[in-house]
């Protein structure tokens, strides 16, 4: 007897569950300064800085300069620079077994990556090789809309109902957004958590 899937599509964010981002820079530039580590990130992620590039209105240039332009309210405007560059350039790396587990993922179902993005999405899925690893990407800069309208967007893509998504994602409002859509969705804290969602459908 052939056992049922238990969804037909795996929806998977990718910073926070593929690729990560080391501030260990960034938080010794902060400390120099005198911030609270995080106090760039906040910024930088501030909804009234980050939401223009998330919904590709401005590009990440333009996006820089307005968060260079809200730190220098509480540091000198040459440490703002600073703090920006140094966010903007911190070594990124992929979790290869995410990525392994994902790929096995594919060998049964379609696997969309689906991410609140700025316009350069594609140019650094191509510097990480991965142009060609998703079956779909769906980026809010591309589509032009945010949550949860997105998660409909991706599952369209994919070809299949919303509730027969697996959606995966590292931030705890998102994974309750992709329920309130009728999602199996899953916090992912790490490798073990996917390893769990994907074992129904791995055996």
């Known amino acids: 007897m ?3 899937r238990p969804y037909d ?3 998977c964010d990718f910073d926070g569950v593929i ?11 902060e400390r120099a300064m005198g911030l609270a580590e995080g106090t760039t990130t906040k910024v930088v992620f501030a909804p009234e800085v980050d939401r223009p590039a998330l919904l590709g209105q401005i590009t990440v240039e333009q996006w820089t300069e307005a968060a ?3 730190l220098a309210l509480q540091v000198p405007r040459e440490q703002a620079r600073a703090l920006v560059t140094a966010f903007v350039k911190a070594p990124v790396r992929v979790d290869d077994d995410v990525l392994a587990l994902l790929r096995r993922a594919q060998e049964h179902v379609p696997v969309v990556l689906v991410t609140n993005a700025t316009l350069d999405l594609e140019d650094d899925l191509a510097w ?4 060609h690893f998703a079956d779909e990407v769906v980026s809010s800069a591309r589509v032009g809309k945010p949550d949860p309208r997105i998660y409909e967007i991706a599952a369209e893509r994919a070809g299949v109902p919303l509730g027969r998504c697996l959606f995966v994602d590292d931030r705890e409002e ?3 957004a992709a329920r309130a859509l009728g999602m199996t969705a899953v916090l992912f804290t790490g490798v073990p958590d996917l390893e769990t969602a994907l074992a129904p459908l791995l055996g």
């Open 2 to 4: 052939t056992i049922p």
């Open 9 to 11: 599509a795996v929806l």
């Open 19 to 29: 690729r990560f981002h080391d501030q260990t820079e960034l938080n010794e530039l």
């Open 68 to 70: 260079e332009a809200a």
């Open 128 to 131: 990480l090789g991965l142009t």
């Open 174 to 176: 998102n994974v309750e």
